[in-house]
C-alpha cells in the first residue's frame, strides 16, 4: 500500500483519461495499512499484497500492458487470499473514509440559506418559505434494508480513525487521552485489520433495532435540533417542526416472517426509552444550571404556581423557584418514564407526580420557564440555548422518537381479510369476488360498527400475526401517542380494494372509527412499484379519494400519502422507463390530488444504488416536478447509505440541511420549462422509454435462459447467505425474477461488475431517435434527464465489460452465454456510445473530476477481488464447499461492495 504514496499524487498513463489525482490522506492512511500489514501478517505478505497491488495499478494506469502480467493471484495459500481481500477491503474503507472527509470540508450541495438567496431572486420571500415548511413535513425514513455488508464494529473503528484524523487536521500531535495521534491511528487501523469482517451468526431484527437506534440517538437527536436553531435564524422567526425522523425497523414485515407483533413493542419500546431517558438528563442539567433566586429576580405567576405544584419543599431551594419547577417537571418525566417502562428510571425522583398525558403537556411547562425568563433582562436569559433546544427536541421526538411505520403485502392482506370474512360468516369466498364486488363489501364493513373478529374462534397463523399487529399498534397509540405509527404501506397495491382491505384490518383494532366522521387513526398509504402498477396509480387514487369516508379522513389529517417505489420499477422496466414512469406517474397523482383538493406527501422508496433510485438526493430532490413537493416528501434511508449519510453530527447536519433546501427549491422555484418544452420533452421521452422497455424486457422476462444465466453468472446464491440483513433474499421460493426482492438484484449485477439495472435499454432507446439535437437541448434544460444521465455515466463508469465476461464464463451452457452475454455487451457498448454522442464528453464523467477520480482510483483495487471472486465461486460451485472458500467468497463480495460505495 505503501508505493501508492509514491506514485500516484498525480499520475498520466499512457490514456489521459486514465490520470488520477489523489487525496494525500488516502496516501498517508494506506502508507499506515501498508504497516499495519507487515507488522501482523509478516514481510512476505505484505510484499505478496504489495505486488497485486501495484501490478493492477500500473495496468489500470496503461503503464504495463494487461495480459502480459500475472497478478500474483495463484500464488497465494488459500489464507494468505483471505489476507489479500482484507488488505484490499480495509484500502477502500479508508479511502472512503478520506473522501468523506474531503466532501465534509467541501461546499456542501446548498444550505437553507443559499435556497432562500435563490428564490429570493426569483421574488420568493422568506414568508412564502417559512409557511411552505410551517405546513410541511420533511422525513428520512430508516430502514434494514439489507445492503450494509460491513459490521458495525468496523463501522465503528472507521469513525474512531475518522474523529483522530480531525485531531491530527487541528495540528494536534497528542490526542485529549495523552495518546501520539499517529500511533494512535495505527493502533485503530490495527484494530481494523484483527477484525473479522464477516457475520458468522445471522441477524435478529432486535440486532437491526440497535444499529438504528445507535444513529437515532447518537446523530439524529442532537443534530435536528441544533438545525432548528440555525435555521431560526434564517428565517428571521421560529418555524414549526417540518423536519422529523422515520423508521421501519420493527414495522416492516413485507417478506420478512421475522417481524412480529415482539418486533414492534421492542421497536417502540427501545426508541421511547431512548428519549424520555434523554430529557430526564437533560432537564436534570436545567435543574442545576437555573439556580435564580427569588430574591434577587422577579418570578412570574405561573412560574411560581409551577414550582408550587412541584410539592418541592426541599429549605435549599426554598428561594429558588425555577429549581423547584424543574424537580416537578421532573418528577413528572420520571412518572411518565414508570408509567411507560413499569419501572423507575434510572435516577429516581423524590417527588410524587402524575406522568404527563402528552408531549404537548411537558413542552408546555418547558415553555412557562422561558416565559419566566423573558421578564426580565431583556431576553438575555430566554434565549437560554439549551431550554430552547429542548423544546424544540419534544416537538419533534415527542415520546416517541421516530414515527414507525407498518408495511406489508397486499397479497397477505387480501387473505387474512378472506379468512376473516368468511369465519364471521359474512362472505364464504371473498377471493373469487370482483374487484366491484370486493370494494362494496369491505365499505359496508368498514361503515359497520359490528367487528369481524372473535376471541372465540381460531384462525391462521398468518391471521394471527396480522391481528396482533393491529392490536399492538393500537396499544403504542395509547401509550406513545398517535406520532408513533401513522402509516400503513401496502406492498404492491394494485387496485383499490387493497387500500380499503388495510382500513378494514386497523378497524378491527379500533383504528378506523365508522362513525358519521370517519377517523383514521393510523391512514393506509399505497405502495406503487411496477411499471404497470404506476400507470395506474392515478386512477386508483382518485377512486379512492372519491369515496366520502377516506375523503373525511383524509382532510382531518390535511394530506394523505402515496409511496413509489424505485427499485421494482426499475426491475420490472429497466432504468429508464422506471425513472420516466415514477416522474409522469407522481405529475398525474399530484393532479388527482388537486383535483380532490387536498395536500399530497409523496414517499419515495429508494436504495444506494442507481437501480434502486440512488445519487445524489440533492440532484434527485431538486429534479421532481415542482408540483410533486409542495413542502412535503418522505425519503427512505437504509444500509450503506445511511452510514455514510449520517456517519457523524457533521456530516449529518449537511446532508438533512441539503435535503431541506431541496426540498424548499423543488417546491417553490419557478419552473424551467415552458409548457410547451415540457411537451416536447416528455413526448421524447415516452418514446425513449418505449425503445428502453422493449429491450430490457424482451432480454429479462422474454429470454427463456435468462433466470439461469443470471444465477450462474452472479453470486447471487452468496449473497443470500452473507447474514446481513433479518429478512430472507426472496418473498417466494421461485426462481422468477418477478419474485426476487430487487435488492440481491441490483447487488449481484454490482458484483460481477454489469450494473444492468443502471442502463440497460438506454443504448437501444437513444439509437432509436435521429433526433439528437433535442436531447441535447433536454440535458441543458431539464434537471430531470441531465441527473439521469449523470447517474448513467456513474453506473458505466464502474462497470466493466472484459471483467463481466469472465463472471459469463461461469454459465455453464455456452449457447446460451454466449447469446445472452451477447447481447448485453452490445447494449453496453450502444449505451456508452451513445452517452458520450449526446453529452459531447470523449470519456465517461469527463466533467464530474472528483467522481471520476474517485472511482478510477478504487478500480484497480477492485479487478483483482474480481478475479479472485470468479476463481472461488468456480470452486464452490465445482464440490469445494470448506469453509475457507465460502468465506473468501463472502469477503470478496464484502471488499467489492466497499470499493463500489453502493451495494445494492
Ligand atoms: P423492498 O425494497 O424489496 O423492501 O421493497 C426494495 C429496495 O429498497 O430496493
Known amino acids: 500500500m505503501e508505493k501508492v504514496a509514491d506514485k500516484t499524487v498525480r499520475t498520466t498513463g499512457t490514456n489521459g483519461s486514465r490520470s488520477v489525482e489523489q487525496n494525500p490522506d488516502i496516501r498517508f492512511l494506506g502508507r499506515i495499512l501498508g504497516d499495519v500489514i507487515r507488522r501482523f501478517g509478516g514481510d512476505t505478505l505484505f510484499r505478496r499484497i504489495e505486488y497485486i497491488r501495484s501490478t493492477s495499478v500500473d495496468r489500470y494506469r496503461g503503464l504495463i500492458s494487461g495480459d502480459a502480467v500475472d497478478p500474483g493471484l495463484a500464488a497465494l495459500s488459500q489464507d494468505e487470499a483471505l489476507d489479500f481481500v482484507r488488505g484490499f477491503m480495509l484500502f477502500s474503507m479508508l479511502a472512503n473514509l478520506a473522501e468523506d472527509r474531503q466532501s465534509e470540508s467541501a461546499e456542501p450541495d446548498a444550505t437553507l440559506a443559499e435556497a432562500l438567496e435563490i428564490l429570493k431572486g426569483e421574488g420568493v420571500g422568506e414568508d412564502q418559505v417559512a409557511a411552505l415548511l410551517d405546513d410541511g413535513l420533511i422525513m428520512p425514513v430508516l430502514t434494514a434494508h439489507p445492503t450494509e455488508v460491513r459490521r458495525k464494529s468496523m463501522i465503528d473503528h472507521k469513525n474512531r480513525i475518522a474523529d483522530l484524523m480531525r485531531v491530527r487536521d487541528q495540528g494536534h500531535s497528542e490526542t485529549p487521552d495523552g495518546e501520539r495521534v499517529e500511533e494512535a491511528l495505527a493502533r485503530q487501523v490495527a484494530f481494523l485489520w484483527l477484525t473479522r469482517p464477516l457475520r458468522r451468526e445471522r441477524l435478529f431484527v432486535a440486532d437491526e433495532v440497535e444499529t438504528a437506534l445507535s444513529y437515532m440517538r447518537d446523530i439524529f437527536l442532537p443534530v435536528l435540533p441544533r438545525l432548528y436553531g440555525r435555521w431560526e435564524g434564517v428565517l428571521g422567526r421560529r418555524p414549526k417542526s417540518f423536519l422529523r425522523l422515520g423508521s421501519w425497523i420493527g414495522g416492516d414485515r413485507d417478506g420478512n416472517p421475522n417481524v412480529t407483533v415482539d418486533s414492534l413493542r421492542l421497536a417502540l419500546g427501545r426508541s421511547s426509552d431512548t428519549v424520555l431517558l434523554y430529557y430526564l438528563d437533560e432537564v436534570h442539567a436545567l435543574g442545576a444550571e437555573l439556580s435564580i433566586s427569588a430574591e434577587l429576580a422577579n418570578v412570574t405567576p405561573q412560574l411560581r404556581a409551577l414550582a408550587d405544584r412541584s410539592h418541592d419543599a426541599s429549605p435549599a431551594r426554598a428561594d429558588e423557584p425555577y429549581r423547584r419547577a424543574i424537580s416537578g417537571i421532573y418528577a413528572r418525566l420520571a412518572a411518565t418514564y414508570e408509567a411507560k417502562k413499569g419501572k423507575e428510571p434510572p435516577r429516581p425522583s423524590r417527588l410524587q407526580a402524575e406522568p404527563y398525558a402528552s408531549p404537548a403537556e411537558f413542552s408546555a411547562e418547558l415553555q412557562a420557564i422561558v416565559e419566566a425568563l423573558a421578564c426580565e433582562g431583556n431576553g438575555l436569559l430566554s434565549a437560554h440555548a439549551p431550554l430552547r433546544r429542548l423544546i424544540r427536541t419534544v416537538e419533534t421526538f415527542g415520546f416517541h422518537l421516530a414515527t414507525l411505520d407498518l408495511r406489508q403485502n397486499s397479497n397477505v392482506h387480501e387473505k387474512v381479510v378472506a379468512e376473516l370474512l368468511a369465519t364471521a360468516g359474512v362472505q364464504p369466498d371473498y377471493l373469487a369476488l370482483s374487484e366491484d364486488e370486493r370494494v362494496a363489501l369491505l365499505r359496508k364493513e368498514l361503515g359497520s360498527e359490528r367487528l369481524l373478529s372473535s376471541p ?449
Open 456 to 904: 372465540f374462534l381460531t384462525y391462521s397463523e398468518q391471521t394471527q400475526t396480522e391481528l396482533a399487529i393491529m392490536h399492538g399498534a393500537a396499544e403504542a397509540h395509547a401509550l406513545y401517542g398517535p406520532a408513533a405509527i401513522q402509516y400503513h404501506v401496502i406492498s404492491k397495491t394494485e387496485q383499490l380494494s387493497d387500500l380499503l382491505e388495510v382500513h378494514l384490518l386497523l378497524k378491527e383494532a379500533g383504528l378506523w372509527s365508522p362513525t358519521k366522521a370517519p377517523h383514521a387513526g393510523i391512514m393506509a398509504v399505497p405502495l406503487f412499484e411496477t411499471i404497470a402498477d404506476l400507470e395506474r396509480a392515478p386512477e386508483v387514487v382518485r377512486k379512492w379519494l372519491q369515496l366520502p369516508e377516506i375523503m373525511t379522513a383524509v382532510t382531518e389529517r390535511g394530506h394523505a400519502e402515496v409511496m413509489i417505489g424505485y427499485s421494482d420499477s426499475n426491475k420490472d422496466g429497466g432504468y429508464l422507463t422506471s425513472v420516466w414512469s415514477l416522474y409522469k406517474g407522481s405529475e398525474a397523482l399530484a393532479a388527482v390530488f388537486a383535483e380532490a383538493g387536498v395536500h399530497m406527501q409523496l414517499f419515495h422508496g429508494r436504495g444506494g444504488a442507481v437501480g434502486r433510485g440512488g445519487g445524489s438526493s440533492f440532484a434527485a430532490i431538486r429534479a421532481q416536478s415542482k408540483v410533486t413537493v409542495q413542502g412535503r416528501i418522505r425519503i427512505t434511508e437504509q444500509g450503506e447509505v445511511i452510514a455514510a449519510k449520517y456517519a457523524t453530527p457533521d456530516i449529518a447536519a449537511t446532508n438533512l440541511e441539503a435535503m431541506t433546501a431541496a426540498t424548499v427549491l423543488a417546491s417553490l422555484e419557478q419552473d424551467e420549462l415552458s409548457e410547451a418544452d415540457h411537451g416536447r420533452f416528455a413526448a421524447m421521452m415516452d418514446r425513449l422509454s418505449q425503445a428502453s422497455f422493449s429491450e430490457y424486457r424482451s432480454l429479462v422476462y422474454d429470454e427463456p435462459g435468462f433466470p439461469t444465466f443470471f444465477r450462474q453468472m452472479t453470486p447471487l446464491s452468496e449473497i443470500a447467505t452473507l447474514n446481513i440483513g433479518s429478512r430472507p433474499a426472496s418473498r417466494t421460493k421461485s426462481d422468477r425474477i418477478e419474485d426476487l426482492r430487487a435488492i440481491p438484484w441490483v447487488f449481484s449485477w454490482a458484483q460481477a461488475r454489469v450494473m444492468l439495472p443502471g442502463w440497460y435499454g438506454v443504448g437501444s432507446a437513444v439509437s432509436s431517435t435521429q433526433d439528437l439535437g433535442l436531447l441535447r437541448e433536454m440535458i441543458a434544460a431539464w434537471p430531470f434527464f441531465r441527473t439521469s444521465l449523470d447517474n448513467i455515466a456513474m453506473v458505466l463508469a464502474k462497470s466493466d465489460i472484459a471483467i463481466s465476461a469472465r463472471y459469463a464464463e461461469l454459465v455453464e451452457d455456452e449457447k446460451m452465454r454466449d447469446h445472452l452475454f451477447g447481447r448485453i455487451r452490445d447494449e453496453w457498448h450502444r449505451t456508452h456510445d451513445a452517452l458520450l454522442e449526446i453529452t459531447g464528453e470523449t470519456s465517461l464523467l469527463e466533467r464530474n473530476r472528483r467522481l471520476r477520480n474517485s472511482i478510477q482510483l478504487r478500480l484497480p483495487y477492485i479487478e483483482p477481488l474480481n478475479h479472485l471472486q470468479i476463481e472461488l465461486m468456480r470452486r464452490f460451485r465445482s464440490g469445494e464447499t470448506d469453509q475457507k472458500v465460502q468465506d473468501g467468497i463472502h469477503l470478496t463480495i464484502n471488499a467489492i461492495a466497499t470499493a463500489l460505495r453502493n451495494s445494492g
